[in-house]
């Protein structure tokens, strides 16, 4: 572990020293497969940031950590759906630019393709094979990425709207949360406080 870097109860211990429990026991959006580490960490260096001094700053922090978690699980399925994709379009490239002649009967070429394809998976020197084989025809892996995304438009699509909405989210609670730190140190407050309310009448 590099100096510096929390454990995940060193993590923990900070997060109940400078977190309000009712903040810091609401369920957060870690999934069983994401890190809670990495999320608590995150929480923590936003609080250090930002310095909340009452509930409403501390619901800033709250929903600027959800947010940024949300924009980074966004991003990972992007690259997760390019990644579960690649075998498959590197196959509709090399079948694509492979020629026909010398490949009968038509197994043949299925076969070349398909050995191709599972050669990139097999190691650097592998991957050089097929490079090279893409460069014959003047391509590169790129082209790989390139038809992924014409395999897959359809969800990635909806993932790149999915990211822009969490980051349009995230830009609004950082304009929010300077605006309501600007009227802070102005010394103002919302209209709700300024009067104090009786919740609960006394029973004289």
């Given at each position: 572990m590099s100096e510096g870097s929390l454990t995940s109860v060193e993590?923990?211990?900070?997060?109940?020293?400078?977190?309000?429990?009712?903040?810091?026991?609401i369920l957060g959006p870690?999934?069983?497969?994401?890190?809670?580490?990495?999320?608590d960490a995150l929480m923590t260096q936003l609080v250090l940031e930002w310095k909340p001094r009452d509930i409403l700053g501390w619901m800033f922090v709250?929903?600027?950590?959800?947010?940024?978690?949300?924009?980074?699980?966004?991003r990972g399925a992007i690259a997760n759906v390019l990644a579960i994709s690649f075998k498959t379009a590197?196959?509709?490239v090399l079948t694509d630019v492979l020629p026909e002649e010398?490949?009968?009967?038509?197994?043949?070429?299925?076969?070349a393709?398909?050995?191709?394809?599972?050669?990139?998976?097999?190691?650097?020197?592998e991957q050089e094979k097929v490079k090279s084989e893409l460069a014959k025809y003047g391509l590169s892996p790129e082209a790989i990425v390139a038809?992924?995304?014409?395999?897959?438009?359809?969800?990635?699509?909806?993932?790149?709207?999915?990211?822009?909405?969490?980051e349009a989210r995230r830009d609004a609670i950082i304009r929010n949360f300077n605006e309501y730190r600007a009227m802070s140190s102005?010394?103002?407050?919302?209209?709700?406080?300024?009067?104090?309310?009786?919740?609960?009448?006394?029973?004289?």
């Open positions: 993590t923990r211990q900070n997060l109940s020293r400078l977190i309000p429990p009712e903040i810091a026991d870690v999934l069983s497969t994401e890190n809670r580490q990495a999320y709250r929903d600027m950590t959800d947010t940024s978690w949300e924009i980074f699980r966004d590197l196959r509709a010398g490949c009968k009967p038509w197994f043949d070429r299925y076969d393709v398909k050995g191709l394809a599972q050669a990139w998976f097999e190691g650097p020197q038809q992924t995304y014409v395999l897959r438009r359809d969800e990635l699509d909806m993932l790149h709207r999915l990211l822009a909405v969490a102005l010394g103002q407050k919302p209209v709700v406080e300024a009067e104090q309310v009786e919740l609960v009448p006394n029973s004289a």
